[in-house]
């Protein structure tokens, strides 16, 4: 295969596009991680840390987008290099979004540090979030590794984390019934548990659009589901 | 932005059009081959021109593609040492057959080429020739109605409506190219060739032209060389890639274009070729 472009230059704006999905790949998965221990932890450091990083984020997605814009006008790209382009737009308006959830539960570590955690609590949303994180950290190394296959292994197994959620919805529906005192830590931390839901989401998107950048193929469009959080609510 | 928006209309209706002829095959090269001398320059080539589409040939320069579309209207005849091998056949009859009439097949397969070159006469003359040496028209007003009508499918009637007895050579080049083609619709032919017929052209002369293209292929079926590979995505329905004097891969231009199966192809398109 030719591996390089007859004009050097395009090659170095394509590898300046991939750098930066890279690059904001680590951020994420760095911010996910990060905002997960901060919470776990009440760790305020570590949470402003990650709500800073989150500028960081947007910049490279800027950056991302005036780079493929320009690529686009100026190369016309076709083919495989067309689908890296626009996939990487989409790839990084997704860890784009997973950065501001992630910065989102960062911004909760403090209000939820007031409370009384109950201690089984954390414990299932930290087996969500480390869930979480290996689907970041698979789809980041996967992509770059250009494993088509795992890739689309990789999208189904959001499926767990949607078990995981509805588990975690449920038990703290029950803390808050329990105790009144809860339901300010409980639901900050139910939004924490959907963001992290959220980022899972993501994931599955980039896996879907790293697959048809690497195959030219799309992935089935219906994958399976496990969110019975909607069917769960406790019959008042 | 009007073009884009009117020709993805027309793209549209013409794709519904389409769905029922894309099967015919109004051309097919069965294993073709061609000689210059001793040496070959098409191998085995075996390709489907469809009725009422748009067939891109693409490829670097030297691959065979100008060779192939210059025998289906056996323009290679005109070069002495050419020899063309296999079979090519229109509306399933051996156009190299030996009864086949070439004067004929030339007004049934017209061909447009690289740089505009109208006669050195006048506008109205330039499309009357083809016409009038096939006697297609008994009197003036036939002709006159030939004429306006040719003029119009090419796009460029209200151009030049005016200035008839002007000389062809007088236009623009856009203008020229579009003259060229009213003058290959002007003998009614079933398939229209281009070799390269904007490559001398300025964009937005090129932007009608391809416009006209898109048009034309509700009535005719054409097939066009390019070196464009964005032209080619826009204007055809389908796409052979040649390379070194074989045909590489041929299919919907939409796949050729976003994910080909050919690491050639693939390499040629993204611009990675040698």
Known sequence: MGEHHTVASFDEDLGAISKLISDMGDLARSMVSGSTKALLNSDNALAQRVVSDDAIMDARQRELDDRAITLIAKRQPMANDLRAVVGSIRMAGDLERIGDLAKNIAKRVGTVGLSVTPRDLSHSIDAMAQLVLIQVQGVIEEYAARDAAALAKLRNEDERIDVKYTSVFRELLTYMMEDPRNITACTHLLFCAKNLERIGDHVTNIAENAYYVLTGQQLPANRPKQDETAMSAPAA | ?274
């Open chain 2, 1 to 274: 932005m009007n073009i884009m928006t009117e020709q993805s209309l027309e793209n549209a209706v013409g794709e519904k059009m389409s769905a029922k002829s894309n099967e015919v095959i109004k051309m097919r090269g069965d294993k073709v081959g061609v000689f210059y001398g001793e040496k070959q320059a098409l191998f085995d080539v075996n390709l489907d021109v469809r009725l009422n589409q748009v067939t891109a040939l693409i490829g670097p320069s030297g691959c065979g593609k100008s060779t192939f579309l210059r025998c289906l209207n056996r323009m290679n005849d005109t070069i002495d040492s050419a020899r063309v091998t296999g079979k090519i056949t229109l509306d399933e009859e051996d156009i190299y057959d030996k009864n086949i009439d070439v004067v004929e097949l030339r007004a049934r397969v017209g061909m447009v080429f690289q740089k505009p070159n109208p006669f050195p006469k006048s506008i109205y003359e330039n499309v009357a020739y083809g016409p009038r040496i096939h006697g297609l028209a008994k009197r003036k007003a036939d002709m006159d109605q030939i004429v306006e009508s040719s003029l119009k499918k090419a796009a460029i009637w209200n151009e030049v409506k005016d200035r008839l007895q002007e000389p062809g050579t007088g236009l623009s080049g856009g203008q020229q190219q579009r003259l060229c083609i009213a003058r290959a619709i002007a003998v009614s032919p079933e398939v229209i060739l281009m070799d390269e017929p904007c490559s001398a052209l300025d964009p937005i002369a090129t932007a009608r032209v391809e416009e006209l293209i898109d048009e034309l292929r509700q009535n005719y079926t054409i097939v066009i060389v390019t070196h464009s590979m964005q032209q080619a995505a826009r204007v055809s329905q389908r796409t052979a890639m040649f390379h070194l004097g074989y045909l590489v891969e041929e299919g919907a231009t939409d796949k050729m274009f976003t994910n080909p199966d050919d690491q050639r192809t693939q390499d040629y398109i993204t611009g990675r070729f040698g």
